[in-house]
Nanobody, 115 residues
């Protein structure tokens, strides 16, 4: 089992940046891949970016070019750097871990982009 704790969300103005963190309770080497998802009110949860062992990465088109996913294996933490934020990026951002035993989600962190 994996516990995930997200942090770093908040209220920012359009064009500003945020860095989200997802701390895992286990070594990232025990986790096949980790991803950031987001869910806006009334919308389905959607993938933003993923990172796996070996540091392969994948970005969905929705935020590609404005986000960077990275990992710090020593801290068991995955980050999502988000730049040039737009009001339509407002959502709850969730971290997910995929292991050989299942999928695990964090509780989410709210990101609000508004002037």
């Amino acid at each position: 089992q994996v516990q995930l704790v997200e942090s770093g969300g908040g209220l920012v103005q359009p064009g500003e940046s945020l860095r989200l963190s997802c701390a895992a309770s286990r070594s990232l080497f025990d986790i096949n891949n980790m991803g950031w998802y987001r869910q806006a009110p009334g919308e389905q949860r959607e993938l933003v970016a993923e990172i796996g062992i070996g540091d392969w990465t994948y970005y969905e088109d929705s935020m590609k070019g404005r986000v960077t996913i990275s990992r710090d294996n020593a801290k068991n933490t995955v980050y999502l750097q988000m730049n040039a934020l737009k009001p339509e990026d407002t959502a709850v951002y969730y971290c997910r871990a995929v292991t050989t035993t299942g999928h695990y989600w964090g509780q989410g962190t709210q990101v609000t982009v508004s002037s």
